[in-house]
C-alpha cells in the first residue's frame, strides 16, 4: 500500500482509499501521522538484552527510505538501543526533533551506574507524554507496588517480568505499538477537528461581524433614508420658508441623534451671519448656550457658521475648534462633536446651518450626503418661494392696473349714464330760464297796466300794448310745458342721484367683515352700475322677492360676483344678437328665499354653454373670449368668494341656443368663524372687475 512504505520518514500520508481504519473521516484523517513500521527504543544496560529484543521481534527489513515490500514490514519494527537511561531520553528526543518518535520504549529497572528505570521513565513522560513503555524487571527488582506509588495507574505502562517469554514480549510490543499508533490518529483527529472548529469559528465570527456591520450600515441608511424623506416632504409642504428650516432643524436632529441645531442667516450691511432659528434636545439645558447666540453674529472664517462660510463647503468638528467665539458655551454644554454645511441660493450664500453633538462622532460621509440633498433641496425651495413672492407682487400690481382700467370702464359707462339725464335737465333748465324771462316782461307789462288803471291812467293805447306783450309770451304754452320741463328736471335729478347712490353701494369698502346686506338692493345697484354694460343688448327685468331677508355677507366682494356674472350673461347675449340693434336679450335678476338659504339667479338669453367646456368655466384664467375682452378670472372669483368666503353655492343651468342661469345660493346663518380666504390663484384680483366694454 502506497504510502505506508519504510522512508526516512516513517510517519506515511494514508490516501483516502488507503485508509487503514474504515469508517473513520478521510478528510480528518488523511492529516494524521501513522507511524509504520513501529519505531521501539531499547533502554538497558545489558547488551544480550538489546540482542533478545531484536530477535524476539520482526525487525524492518529495510531502512532510510528503501521498502522491503513485505506486507509483514508494516506490523515490523524499527529497535534503536540506547544502554543508559539519559542515553535513552537523549535519543528520545533527538527522534522527536527529527520527527519520527518512539512510539514503545523497553526499560530496564536497574542500569548502573547511570539513572535507574524509574527515573528514567519519569523523565521520558516529562517530555513525551504519549510514549509507551514496557518496564523489564527481574524479581528482585521494584514491586507492583513501588512502581504504582511512582507513576499511579496508568495505561501506557506495562511490565514484562524477566526472563522474557517471546509470545509475550511480540503480544505487548504490537499491542502497545498500535495503541500509540491509533492514540495519535485520534489526537491528529481532534487537533484537525479543533483547527476545522477554530476555522469555521473564524469564518462565522468574520461573517458575524461583517453582518453587523451591514446591518449597522442599513440601519445608518435606513435613519438617512428616513431623515431625507421626511425632510423632503417638510419641504414640499410646509408653506414658508422659515417653518421649513424650523422643521428640518428638527427632523435631522431627532433622527441622525444630533442634541442641538441652529441656522445662521446671512444679512446684508453689516454683511455677517446672524442667529436665525434653533432646535435642541432640552431647553433648559441649553438656555445659556441659546442666549450666546442670539448675542452672536460671525463674519466669513469667524467660529463654525463663518468657517463654513469662508471654507464654501461643510465643516465637520469631532472636537469643537477651543478658539471658536462660543467654544466656552459650547463646553459648558457638553458639546463636543458638530458640523455645519452652506445653504446656496445659484452661486450666494443663503445662510448656514450647524448641528452639534454631546458624542464625540467620526466624519460621515453618508450623512454628509444627507446634508447635501438637504442643502440642496432647501436652496430649491427659498428660490421657489422667492419665485412666488416676484409673481404674487407683479399679479399685485397687474391687479391693481386691472382695477384702475376697470374703474376707467366703469366711470366712463357711469359718466355716460349721468350724461342723458344731465343733458336734458340742462335743456329743461335752460327752458325754465327762458321761459321765466318771458314771463317776467308779461308781468311787467300787466302790473304797469295795473298801476295806470289804479290811478285812472290806463290809456287804449297801454292796454294795447300790453296785450300785445302777452300774445308774445304764448303764455298757455308755457303753463302747459313748464311744469313737464319741473318733472322732467325733477325725474333727470332723481336718476343722477340713484347712480351715484348705487355707485355709492356698489363700491361698499371692503371692510373684511361680514354685515347685512339685502340682495334685492344689491343686484339693483349692481345692474345700475353696470347699465352701460347690457342696455345696448339687453332689457334687464327682475323678479325680487319683495320679503327676503337679508343675510350677512361681504357687500365689496358679493356685488362683485353679482357684476360679474351679469357681465357674463350680457356678453353671451351679445355674441348672440351680434350687431342687430333692434334684437334684444333679455336678461333677468330674481331672488328667493329657500328655506335656510337665499338664491340668486341671473338668466341670460344667451347661446348657452358648450357641453365640453362646462367642467373648465371655473378654472382661473379659463376664458373663450378674445384678449382685452375676458382674462378668464371672473368665475374663479366668483367660486372663490360664494363657495370660500360665504360657505354657498355656485351652479348653471345651461341649454344651447337657449340661454343660462347661473344660481347663488347663500346660507341665511353661515357658519361661525372668520370667512375663509379664497385660495391663492382665486384670490389674484377678485376685486378686480371683470368689467369689460363689449
Ligand atoms: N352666461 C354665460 N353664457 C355663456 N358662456 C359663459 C357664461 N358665463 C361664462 N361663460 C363661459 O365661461 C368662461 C369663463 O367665464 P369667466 O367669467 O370666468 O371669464 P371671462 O368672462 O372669459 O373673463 P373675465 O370674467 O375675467 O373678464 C367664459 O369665457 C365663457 O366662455
Ligand atoms: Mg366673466
Not at 544480550?48 to 529495510?62: D, G, I, K
Not at 528482585?140 to 506495562?158: T, V
Request: aromatic share 8%; net charge neutral; charged share 25%.
Amino acid at each position: 500500500m502506497r504510502g505506508r512504505g519504510f522512508g526516512p520518514s516513517v510517519y506515511a500520508q494514508a490516501s483516502q482509499n488507503q485508509h487503514p481504519h474504515p469508517g473513520v473521516d478521510c478528510r480528518l484523517s488523511c492529516q494524521m501521522t501513522v507511524a509504520y513500521p513501529y519505531r521501539a527504543l531499547v533502554i538497558d544496560d545489558d547488551p544480550l538484552v538489546h540482542e533478545l529484543f531484536n530477535s524476539m521481534l520482526p525487525v524492518a527489513a529495510a531502512r532510510n527510505g528503501a521498502s522491503s515490500g513485505l506486507a509483514a514490514d508494516h506490523f515490523a519494527f524499527q529497535i534503536d538501543s540506547a544502554f543508559q537511561g539519559e542515553d535513552g531520553v537523549n535519543r528520545a528526543r533527538s527522534a522527536s526533533s527529527e520527527g519520527r518518535p518512539y512510539s514503545l520504549a523497553f526499560v530496564d529497572l536497574r542500569m548502573p551506574p547511570g539513572l535507574d528505570g524509574m527515573e528514567t521513565i519519569s523523565r521520558l513522560w516529562n517530555q513525551f507524554f504519549d510514549l509507551q513503555i514496557v518496564i523489564c524487571t527481574g524479581n528482585a527488582d521494584y514491586s507492583w507496588e513501588e512502581i504504582n506509588r511512582r507513576f499511579g495507574h496508568s495505561d501506557r505502562l506495562q511490565i514484562l517480568r524477566k526472563p522474557f517469554d517471546v509470545a509475550q514480549v511480540r503480544q505487548i510490543a504490537y499491542s502497545l505499538a498500535e495503541k500509540w499508533n491509533l492514540s495519535h490518529q485520534a489526537q491528529g483527529h481532534l487537533e484537525r477537528l479543533q483547527r476545522l472548529v477554530s476555522e469555521r469559528t473564524a469564518k462565522l465570527q468574520k461573517a458575524n461581524l461583517a453582518l453587523q456591520r451591514k446591518i449597522f450600515q442599513n440601519q445608518q441608511t435606513e435613519r438617512r433614508l428616513v431623515t431625507q424623506m421626511h425632510a423632503g416632504r417638510v419641504l414640499a409642504e410646509v408653506p414658508a420658508v422659515p417653518e421649513a428650516i424650523k422643521s428640518i432643524l428638527q427632523i435631522v436632529s431627532e433622527n441622525l441623534g444630533w442634541d442641538w441645531a441652529a441656522f445662521w442667516r446671512l444679512e446684508e450691511e453689516p454683511r455677517q451671519l446672524r442667529f436665525h432659528s434653533h432646535w435642541t434636545r432640552n431647553d433648559t439645558q441649553s438656555a445659556e448656550f441659546l442666549e450666546v447666540c442670539r448675542q452672536s453674529n460671525f463674519e466669513s472664517g469667524a467660529d463654525l457658521p463663518g468657517r463654513v462660510w469662508a471654507e464654501a463647503s461643510p465643516v465637520w468638528l469631532q472636537e469643537f475648534d477651543p478658539s471658536f467665539p462660543r467654544a466656552a458655551g459650547a463646553s459648558r454644554q457638553g458639546f463636543h462633536s458638530a458640523v455645519g454645511f452652506p445653504i446656496y441660493l445659484g452661486s450666494e450664500l443663503f445662510g448656514v446651518m450647524e448641528f452639534a453633538s454631546r458624542e464625540i462622532l467620526e466624519r460621515d460621509p453618508d450623512q454628509l450626503q444627507t446634508f447635501a440633498f438637504i442643502a440642496g433641496a432647501l436652496g430649491q425651495l427659498i428660490e421657489r418661494k422667492r419665485a412666488e413672492e416676484e409673481r404674487k407682487l407683479m399679479e399685485i400690481q397687474l391687479r391693481q392696473a386691472q382695477k384702475l382700467e376697470s374703474i376707467g370702464q366703469l366711470a366712463a359707462g357711469i359718466a355716460h349714464e349721468i350724461n342723458t339725464p344731465t343733458q336734458y335737465i340742462g335743456d329743461n333748465i335752460r327752458f325754465l330760464q327762458a321761459s321765466f324771462a318771458e314771463l317776467e316782461s308779461a308781468h311787467h307789462a300787466l302790473y304797469d297796466l295795473m298801476v295806470a288803471n289804479k290811478s285812472g291812467h290806463a290809456s287804449p293805447s297801454l292796454i294795447a300794448g300790453t296785450e300785445a306783450s302777452l300774445a308774445r309770451t304764448d303764455l298757455g304754452f308755457l303753463l302747459e310745458e313748464i311744469p313737464k320741463a319741473v318733472a322732467q328736471t325733477l325725474e333727470g335729478v332723481d336718476r343722477v342721484a340713484k347712480i351715484v347712490r348705487a355707485m355709492k353701494d356698489f363700491s361698499h369698502p371692503g371692510t373684511g367683515e361680514k354685515v347685512l346686506v339685502n340682495l334685492n338692493h344689491a343686484l339693483d345697484t349692481t345692474l345700475t352700475v353696470a347699465r352701460n354694460e347690457w342696455k345696448y343688448v339687453a332689457k334687464v327685468e327682475t323678479d325680487f322677492d319683495p320679503a327676503l331677508p337679508s343675510l350677512p355677507c361681504l357687500p365689496g366682494e358679493l356685488n362683485q360676483v353679482l357684476l360679474n356674472l351679469i357681465v357674463n350673461a350680457a356678453h353671451a347675449i351679445a355674441d348672440v344678437v351680434a350687431d342687430d340693434a333692434e334684437r334684444k336679450g333679455v336678461i333677468t335678476a330674481s331672488t328667493r328665499s329657500l328655506g335656510e338659504w337665499a338664491e340668486i339667479r341671473i338668466k341670460d338669453t344667451g347661446r348657452g354653454i358648450p357641453e365640453q367646456i362646462r367642467h373648465k368655466i371655473y378654472d382661473p384664467f379659463f376664458t373663450t373670449k378674445p384678449v382685452g375682452k375676458g382674462t378668464g378670472q371672473g368665475l374663479a372669483i366668483a367660486h372663490a368668494v360664494i363657495v370660500d368666503q360665504h360657505g354657498g353655492t355656485l351652479s348653471f343651468e345651461t341649454e344651447m341656443g337657449v340661454g343660462t342661469t347661473f344660481i347663488i345660493r347663500l346660507p341665511f346663518k353661515p357658519a361661525s368663524g372668520k370667512p375663509a380666504k379664497p385660495k391663492a390663484a382665486r384670490l389674484l384680483s377678485y376685486e378686480t372687475s371683470t368689467f369689460r366694454r363689449r
